[in-house]
């Protein structure tokens, strides 16, 4: 059982930056992949990135490509999510999530095996 819990959101203006935590409670973090994704009110959840046990890997979507990075590390059973030039259709509460024990990363939720409660992420225009 891997428990994560968000932290890091609130409310940015436009173009800024903020910069999302995600810690798990396992002693081998390093044997999950990690994604992030987040939902907007009345929309579905979406893929936003995700990095592998290593951290040398990283998929992200169209829509926050060039813009957020996903970094972890493993030392401290920490995720991050690095949001520049936050645009407001960035406005979402944001989830992490790990896959089994040596699972690849995908980008469908279904692939996820543990999620954390979220943080809210807000980007005034």
């Known amino acids: 059982q891997v428990q994560l819990v968000e932290s890091g959101g609130g409310l940015v203006q436009a173009g800024g930056s903020l910069r999302l935590s995600c810690a798990a409670s396992?002693?081998?973090?390093?044997?999950?992949?990690m994604g992030w994704f987040r939902q907007a009110p009345g929309k579905e959840r979406e893929f936003v990135g995700h990095?592998?046990?290593?951290?040398?890997?990283?998929v992200y979507s169209e829509s926050v490509k060039g813009r957020f990075t996903i970094s972890r590390d493993n030392a401290a059973n920490t995720v991050f999510l690095q949001m520049n030039s936050v645009k407001p259709e960035d406005t979402a509460l944001y989830y992490c999530?790990?896959?089994?024990?040596?699972?690849?990363?995908?980008?469908?939720?279904?692939?996820?095996?543990?999620w954390g409660r979220g943080t809210e992420v807000t980007v005034s225009s």
């Open positions: 999530a790990s896959t089994g024990p040596f699972a690849s990363p995908m980008t469908t939720a279904a692939s996820y095996a543990y």
């Open positions: 396992t002693r081998s973090f390093s044997i999950y992949s």
């Open positions: 990095i592998s046990r290593s951290g040398g890997t990283t």
